[in-house]
Structures are given as C-alpha cells and as structure tokens.
C-alpha cells in the first residue's frame, strides 16, 4: 500500500471509512442500523490485511457506535501503526448538542478517546462549519489538545473557500476533507487551489 502524509502524519493513501458501522453516517434515525459489530470486524480484519492503516470515523457516527466498533477491534486486534481520524460537530443522538464551541469540542474529544480506548488520535477533524462560533476559539481548543498530546493535528471538513480562508487565518489547520468524486467536483474551483497555495493534505 502507497504511503503519504496529512497533517504530518503517516497514512496509508487508501483510507477506511468507517461511517456505516453502527449506523449510516451522523443521521439520529438510522443509529443502530448499519453494519454490525461483527460485520465491521471482518471489514476492518480485511482492510488491515490489504495495507490500509488508516481508518476515518466521527462521534456521531451511529452515535457513538463507530467508534466503539473500532475500540473493540483495537483492543482485540492490538495492531501496531493503526492511525485514527475522528471529527466532531453533529450531535450524538435526537438532542440538539451540536456545534464547536471549545468546551464541547473539548468533552467530545475525551468521550471519543474513552470509546476508542485510546490516549491520543493523530487526526482531529470539524465536521462542519459553525456560523455561532468564531473559528479561531475552535482552533484556541484544538491547540490545547495538541499541547496536551491528545491529537496529533487537526483539519477542517465539510467547508468551501470562504471558509477555508477563514478557518487558516484563525488557527493551524493542515488538511481538508470535503466530498469530492466525479458527480461532485465543485472543490476543484473552490478549496483545492488554496490547497496547493497553502500546502495543505
């Protein structure tokens, strides 16, 4: 398996994505559905097997479930170079707890880690653009988690140029995860020009 770099950090260029364990994605109505424990098991034993190293999952994700999932598997599989990115922004069940505000995205970091049974993830992503909070207080809390050994960096998701621009002026993000296949192409105009202006992954 190819190797590269996003924020710093080692990855396997092919990544795992983990939305549908537990659930379909961050949606309330399909926590629970998804893949089971053991389906998620055999996926990840399969991706583990093929080189991917790199596994991609978010708090909401079936509320919580992915990355318990993926806890599981790491504490029976024990694998040596795993990398974990998690994100955070939607809420984790019908409430309306949501958002980036530094003390939640702070407890939702540590609830993550309880669930992945982990001290520290390398990579640390907003789920989304928060209009109520300034980004660069969100950015004050992640380098405090990066301070703290907790994450190893952080990036942003889900945003456009405008956003992106802003979100670089206020804090040290070092990469970008939007959607981006051959139907959904508008990043190209947008984002990956400052991507390639910035050095961004």
């Keep these: 398996m190819d190797r590269a770099y996003l ?9 795992l994505g983990c939305g549908g364990f537990g659930g379909v994605g961050s949606a309330p109505a399909f926590f629970g559905r998804g893949e089971s424990l053991e389906q998620a098991f055999e996926i990840m034993d399969a991706a ?26 790491i504490r029976t599989r024990r694998p040596d170079g795993l990398v974990v990115a998690t994100k955070t922004f ?26 992945l049974g982990v001290e520290r993830v390398d990579l640390y992503l907003t789920h989304a653009w928060d209009e109520g909070v300034p980004i660069a207080e969100t950015a004050g809390a992640l380098d405090e988690l990066v301070a703290a ?3 190893g960096s952080y990036g942003l998701s889900n945003v456009g140029g405008a956003e992106l621009r802003e979100g670089l002026a206020g804090g040290d993000f070092r990469w970008v995860q939007n959607s981006y296949s051959l139907l959904d192409r508008w990043v190209e105009e947008e984002v990956l020009p400052i991507c390639s202006e910035r050095g961004l992954g």
């Design 7 to 15: 924020g710093g950090v080692e990855i396997s260029r092919v990544i």
């Design 90 to 115: 939607n809420p984790m069940d019908e409430g309306e707890d949501h958002g980036l505000a530094p003390v939640r995205v702070k407890r939702q970091l540590e609830s993550s880690l309880a669930r």
């Design 149 to 151: 050994g907790k994450i």
């Design 48 to 73: 583990w097997e093929a080189g991917i190293t790199t596994f991609d999952t978010a708090d909401a994700y079936g509320g919580g479930r992915s990355e318990t999932f993926i806890g599981e598997w």
